[in-house]
């Protein structure tokens, strides 16, 4: 990721009249979690409502750019342990560096994107449906996870630019994995669908 940074950085002094800022904000198409019932444990996954979160984007010759996005996702999932309920919430931050490159100039242009993505988890917990208990979960096995994504979707440049795109995530390291009964980890691949406005 540094290196992807490293070329924003040099980017950005030769281009600085096509720096452009902006929000992304989407829904998941994929659930987190990809869970199952034991006889112990029973668990379930909650799908995050939104994506949300800013944009950065050089534009580049050739109808190229280099965009960076901070996205955060609410994270969530329970377990039934006899009858104890388990509620696990968490945030999660992705940070994709994506090439863009668009098919032609215009008001409507077309275009695909693909580069690295990491992530990093924070503020994780878990509650017990017994009052006073607060406890770290089990499942969280990795604070951060490196990836790849690519996608594709449509510009539209009226007065500010808006983009619409489905955009897929393949990770590398599970966040979540409940190693003591299988039945919880972290879905790798992952389908979101976003809508931007720059500026």
């Known amino acids: 990721m540094k290196h992807f940074l490293g070329v924003l950085l040099l980017a ?3 281009a600085a009249q096509h720096i452009s800022l902006g929000v992304k904000g989407g829904v998941p198409v994929t659930e987190a979690f990809k869970t199952s019932g034991g006889p112990l444990f029973n668990y379930r996954s909650f799908r995050n409502p939104y994506t949300v979160g800013p944009s950065l984007e050089v534009r580049l010759p050739l109808r190229l750019s280099i965009s ?3 996205l955060y996702k609410r994270l969530s999932y329970a377990a039934n342990a006899g009858p104890t309920e ?3 919430k968490a945030n999660q931050f992705e940070f994709p560096v994506m090439v863009k490159y668009r098919f032609k100039e215009g008001l409507w242009t077309p275009y695909v994107a693909a580069g690295p ?3 990093k988890i924070t503020g994780v917990a878990r509650t017990i449906s017994n009052p006073g208990q607060f406890l770290s979960p089990d499942e969280f096995q990795n604070s951060s996870s490196g990836g790849f ?3 594709g979707g449509m510009e539209f440049k009226p ?3 808006i983009t619409t795109e489905v955009r897929f995530t393949r990770r590398g390291t599970k966040n979540f994995f409940s190693a003591a ?4 980890e972290s879905n790798l691949n992952q389908a979101e669908f976003l809508v ?3 500026f």
């Open 117 to 119: 993505s990491f992530n």
């Open 149 to 151: 994504a690519f996608g």
């Open 12 to 14: 950005a002094p030769l």
């Open 181 to 184: 009964s299988g039945l919880l």
């Open 159 to 161: 007065v500010v630019r």
């Open 196 to 198: 931007g406005v720059h």
């Open 86 to 88: 388990l509620n696990v």
């Open 68 to 70: 960076l996005d901070v």
